[in-house]
């Protein structure tokens, strides 16, 4: 077998938490936009962040798995209905989750170097590495925040603090 089965079952469980954080993220970004009214926050954190996740889950599934003729199973997800009391209490749960998810990740390298599934944890790593710039937003947005607090004028300058897509 060119994947071992535990590198199989550990990507099919991170793709699986791929259309997780979809969810979870389209659902905050809701809450975002019509509860608080911070349009510019709700936009890019959508676009930039939730609209990720099902783009990973297929390179995930196109590099490790499809790549060598194993299909892809796609674990069911569970609904998105999580509530929020302030604007600071959504950025710090994303980026709490954008941390889980990195470990999940470097769980999975670990997995396939672990198993000498070496093809796969080279492109996990490439995966990873662009990840990273996901959680060094969460964290900026996350720093920023406990900055401003509750004053929206935090949606008028995320702007300047976007990173994402911007090169560095």
């Not at 259309?19 to 509860?35: A, H």
């Not at 080279?122 to 990873?128: A, C, F, R």
Request: with cysteine; glycine share 6%.
């Amino acid at each position: 077998m060119i994947v071992t089965q535990e590198t199989q079952n550990s990507l099919i469980e991170l793709i699986g938490k791929c259309f997780v954080e979809n969810r979870y993220l389209d659902r905050l970004v809701s809450i975002l936009g019509t509860k608080f009214a911070y349009n510019n926050t709700s936009n890019l954190i959508h676009k930039g962040i939730a609209h990720y996740f099902p783009l990973l889950a297929d390179e995930i599934g196109e590099k490790t798995l499809e790549r060598y003729n194993i299909p892809v199973y796609y674990p069911a997800t569970p609904s998105a209905g999580q509530d929020y009391s302030s604007v600071e209490e959504i950025i710090k749960d994303m980026e709490e989750r954008m941390l889980d998810f990195q470990i999940a990740m470097m769980g999975v390298c670990k997995i396939a170097q672990h198993n000498d599934d070496l093809h796969v944890y080279v492109d996990m790593l490439d995966m990873l590495e662009d990840f990273n710039e996901i959680v060094e937003q969460a964290i900026l947005l996350s720093d920023k925040i406990s900055i401003y607090g509750t004053n929206p004028s935090f949606d008028r300058h995320i702007d300047g603090f976007w990173i994402l897509g911007k090169d560095n």
